[in-house]
């Protein structure tokens, strides 16, 4: 049997060179290094139970990239910007940075221009992305100043395509402008990441908890947030609530 097979075999795609760079979850010495995590879970005072208490890794965002993107990227980048200039706005005052990572592209948007450059996506005949599946809440209590994230993931039905864009806000002032009035079906998914994550989207018609109870204290998925949990008792036997049990903060 060849090489090429046992490869193939052993679940490794031969057409692809195996590197750091397209291994999942890996970036090697690029992007931007925003912690350096211990241990499996990142526990602490002897919580890490998992047998890798000695790992040490860094943790990156991927970085700006350069052009040419690859493929139509390059194709809505050019179109975004000419859009966006057509309107008195200079796209680097609009666009923090453009990253294309796991042949995927994302618009790093300042937040104040992100109702216009949604519309731009939406309307400009060359563009068209008609829809917005929805906006995900991320929280990076290491990434200091842009600790909360809110992602909105773009489709055009029109060209067939697919793009992200990523809104960034500090745990201190966790305001992002709704996205409401361009994309209704964000409705609920914007009330659920102010539910869970705390993100505030100004100008939502009804910014209320959809999950948790309208008195809830804090938002449930944020890193931060203690495990809580209360004692089951077990054959006789007390088991802690899992926020005394490990730590993972």
Known sequence: MSDANNT???????????????????????GEEIRVQRGM?????????SG??????????????????GGWFDEVADELEGALE???????????????????????IERE??????????????????????????????????????VYHLRSITHNRVIRLEVSAPDSDPHI??????????????????DFFGIVFDGHPALTRIMMPDDWQGHPQRKDYPLG????????????????RRSYS
Do not use: M
């Open 8 to 30: 193939a075999g052993d679940g490794v795609n031969p057409e692809k060179e195996l590197s750091a760079e397209n291994l999942p979850g890996q970036r090697g010495q690029g």
């Open 41 to 49: 879970f990142g526990a602490n005072n002897g919580g890490d139970t």
């Open 52 to 69: 890798y208490g000695g790992l040490v890794r860094s943790v990156r965002l991927p970085g700006p990239a350069a052009r040419p993107y």
């Open 86 to 108: 057509e309107q008195d706005l200079l796209p680097e005052n609009a666009i923090e940075k453009t990253v294309v990572d796991r042949d995927e592209i994302t618009f790093h």
């Open 113 to 150: 221009h992100l109702v216009r450059v949604a519309k731009t996506l939406r309307d400009d005949p060359a563009l068209r992305f008609e829809l917005c599946t929805g906006v995900s809440g991320v929280h990076y209590p290491n990434d200091k100043g842009r600790e909360l994230h809110a």
């Open 177 to 194: 402008p709704s996205l409401f009035s361009v994309y209704p079906t964000n409705d609920w998914h914007e009330r659920e990441t102010y």
């Open 229 to 244: 949990g209360i004692p089951v008792e077990y054959k006789g036997a007390q088991i802690p609530a899992p926020d005394q």
